[in-house]
């Protein structure tokens, strides 16, 4: 038997790959840290909802559950993965969208402070929202050079100026892991309120966010939440933050959406971070993930992602010797995906995904590859590891 | 035959009937303008999306069609209903974000200009949106008192300060149904920038969104357009405005999002209005609500929506003289549904509702009869108006 076929025979949470639906041209399913596959009961989730809940109830069903779905999703995840006592966690919009609005609530928070704190290698988003937000506000952008994000090195950056610090949980293309508690000291101890990026992170890195008094944190849901292409993402605002106002002033965060009255009067508690319409459908996938991450235990998913990326880093550094680990070797750093990097690997992309090996590339010159616990085997690492060697070779 | 079932009998529309899910306790469904039926082929859609595209192409369909997603639906949107030509629509947000990211983008587009026009009548959401953004940027909202929006009464309030006007096509209460070109061409010729709202009439009333030189168009999807609760939104962004820039700056919206750079560049045309990950499974239920509406043509569904509200009122002028009718009698003044006022409508509604008979109440005595043309059956709005009258006697 192979190292990874003993491996996959030892999994205590292998008999969830069955969960998953399976792609008959994909051998390798390494990007689930961009997209998870849909749960083989998805398919019939939605139709059902279309047919009992949408069809049949109509405009009834508003006031049957759909108008709470975002908080009752939003308390299931705080409860199955963020360590969030309910009423804390909604579900909607985009990860730009909830970032734009709570990084604007977060200043509105902080008058006088003329500073954000973000690092280079942020993600995309991230960085473009606080650019845009600094713009518009006449706030200076303090960078964190690229590299890891330690606690010392926010430490630097931060001080009485500092209005809020917006950092990712998970690095999107090195997987290092923040020291969110660490972290979040540092930034309270400047007067600074912290926003977390989770969107690497939730699902496969269990997190505290009560007790580590976190204020406020985003994320999306079709990669380890396995919510499908686009689906919402979720904000965290800590109750502690709750009279905090964001600035899509919309009819259904408003305190009496169906009084339709004259002047924006915010909703308590999570809701007034609401704008528009909740998006019902789009949130009613991922709700089959939570259900398997409750059932595993976050901590056996960390614990499955853990060996996994070890695996992944083991089977590299013997069959790809002139690539570079692009990712923490201590797996207390590293979420749940590695890079690695060589300059020949943007040629050998199209032929992986052709073989049906399906990592992911990372500009200039990396392979990202994703594992997700709940649906991927040591097997497919070791198929994906030895099928990039050997395109290499 | 009663005169319902001779209308029903004569609809050269009747036949698109038997495309919508019907709900075995609903006898009238006379809210298609809050919520409208799945089609009978949703629920199938879905499926198959889940497991043709998401589960058997999984990241590679991002490449393969997603990514442009939101410009194809929005191009068959602009071509099926909306008079507008290829690349100036997009599906994504909530109808509230996107307000505010046009209308946040149109005060950039008119420096110096200090006036916000929107009248009292519009629906919450927008009017919210537009206090929060007044306050914030330190602008002034002239409100057009309540009741029907003529170009005259718009002429009263825009001048050399206007930067904007923003108001809804249809009204949400009354159905009143504005002049879109006069009053855009009373805005234009003031300088200003008009934003039409679309939420109320996209799907059963014709626009012209290019010949008419409208700026700026949002709308919902989730009423005539059939796509389910919380489906997401559209923007119109006319050619002639695509230089703006919109302040939720995120990587989908970027010029370059796969090279992850550092700094924002908007993309040109209408994707540089897009901020997160596009909400794919979201926008598909209506597509096949797009199709049908091709099928038998836009013009053919206000002619049919007209003789519906036609006949609602004829009826209600018969069966229910007590109540006040809160819309317009001229056909060309009025949209797909009516609403009419009467102090004993609240009380009424719970029973109407355990009869299988579903219209819609609005503060503060109005019931609003929603007529979705190729969905709604003459029959339908008899026994509704029946019922009502017998309901209230």
Known sequence: MSLAASLDDADPLGAYHAEFAQSADVTAYLDGNSLGRPLVSTAGRLAAFVDEQWGARLI????EGWLDLAETIGDDLGRV????????????????????KLVRAAIDARPGRTELVIDRDNFP??????????????????????????????????????ALVVLSHVAYRSGYLADVPGIT???????????????????????????WGVDLAVGCTYKYLNGGPGSPAFAYVARSQQS????????????????????YEPAEGI????????????MLPMRGMLELIERAG??????????????????ADELLPSAVLASPREAASRGSHITLDHDGFRAIMPGLWQQGIIPDFRTPNGIRLGMSPLSTSFAEVELGVRAIAAALS
């Open 60 to 63: 009834r069903g508003w006031t």
């Open 81 to 100: 993965a963020l360590g969030a006592a309910p009423g804390q966690t909604t579900i909607g919009d985009s990860t730009t969208v909830l970032l734009y």
């Open 125 to 162: 988003t991230d960085r473009y929202v606080l650019e845009g937000i600094a713009a518009e506000r006449g706030l200076t952008l303090r960078w964190i050079a690229a590299g890891d994000v330690t606690a010392d090195r926010v430490a630097e950056v931060v001080g009485p100026d500092t």
């Open 185 to 211: 000291a540092v930034a309270h101890a400047a007067g600074a309120l912290v926003l977390w990026d989770l969107c690497h992170s939730v699902g496969v890195v269990p997190t505290e966010l009560d007790a």
């Open 244 to 263: 905090l106002r964001q600035p899509i002033q919309g009819w259904l965060g408003s305190a009496t959406p169906f009084e339709m009255g004259q002047g």
């Open 271 to 282: 809701r007034r971070f609401v704008s528009g319409t909740p998006p019902v459908i789009g």
């Open 298 to 315: 976050i901590d056996a998913v960390r614990a499955k992602s853990v060996a996994l990326t070890e695996y992944a880093i083991t089977l």
